[in-house]
């Protein structure tokens, strides 16, 4: 087999929030992934040739959830390896995504694109355990620190 050298790919996506009545919540998706499991990530894709990392975590968001967040900081950034194999030659990627803290501006998860199975809203701390990835479950906490900051954050009512 052969092995391609490991090739970087920059991506940017958001963890868009909402106030509730009973606190903040966050839009998840839900997705298929290479290995067939199906999955719960925050909305992130590829960022295209001319576009600045808040442009695309905009776009990505929209089409992935259906909705639109107004982008209040930058969160931080994951980093994985990650290969799949095309016929005879195994691809590798070097994948950096950058993620944006969004609040909801509008529309609806019902809108979201066909690569994405569902879209929906979760309560904060329940989406943290929903995600897939201890590094999205990173992100979110990094996220509710934010909001703790700016003085954004109400408790969740039981």
Same mark, same amino acid.
């Given at each position: 087999?052969?092995?391609?050298?490991?090739?970087?790919?920059?991506?940017?996506?958001?963890?868009?929030?909402?106030?509730?009545?009973?606190?903040?919540?966050?839009?998840?998706?839900?997705?298929?992934?290479?290995?067939?499991?199906?999955?719960?990530?925050?909305?992130?894709?590829?960022?295209?040739?001319?576009?600045?990392?808040?442009?695309?975590?905009?776009?990505?968001?929209?089409?992935?959830?259906?909705?639109?967040? @107004? #982008?209040?900081?930058?969160?931080?950034?994951?980093?994985?390896?990650?290969?799949? /194999? $095309?016929? !005879? +030659?195994?691809?590798?990627?070097? @994948? #950096?995504?950058?993620?944006?803290?969004?609040?909801?501006?509008?529309?609806?998860? /019902? $809108?979201? !694109? +066909?690569?994405?199975?569902?879209?929906?809203?979760?309560?904060?701390?329940?989406?943290?355990?929903?995600?897939?990835?201890?590094?999205?479950? !990173?992100?979110?906490?990094?996220?509710?620190?934010?909001?703790?900051?700016?003085?954004?954050?109400?408790?969740?009512?039981?």
């Amino acid at each position: 087999m052969k092995k391609e050298k490991a090739r970087r790919q920059l991506s940017a996506g958001g963890v868009v929030v909402r106030r509730a009545r009973r606190g903040w919540e966050v839009v998840l998706i839900e997705v298929r992934g290479k290995s067939g499991r199906l999955r719960w990530t925050l909305p992130k894709g590829l960022v295209e040739e001319g576009e600045n990392m808040a442009h695309t975590a905009h776009r990505e968001v929209k089409e992935e959830t259906g909705v639109d967040g @107004k #982008i209040i900081e930058k969160i931080d950034s994951i980093h994985y390896f990650y290969a799949f /194999r $095309d016929g !005879d +030659t195994l691809n590798r990627y070097f @994948k #950096i995504v950058y993620f944006f803290l969004m609040e909801y501006a509008g529309g609806d998860t /019902r $809108d979201h !694109d +066909t690569e994405v199975i569902e879209a929906r809203w979760f309560p904060f701390e329940e989406a943290i355990k929903k995600v897939s990835f201890e590094d999205e479950q !990173d992100i979110l906490r990094k996220a509710k620190e934010i909001l703790v900051r700016r003085n954004m954050w109400q408790e969740e009512k039981q």
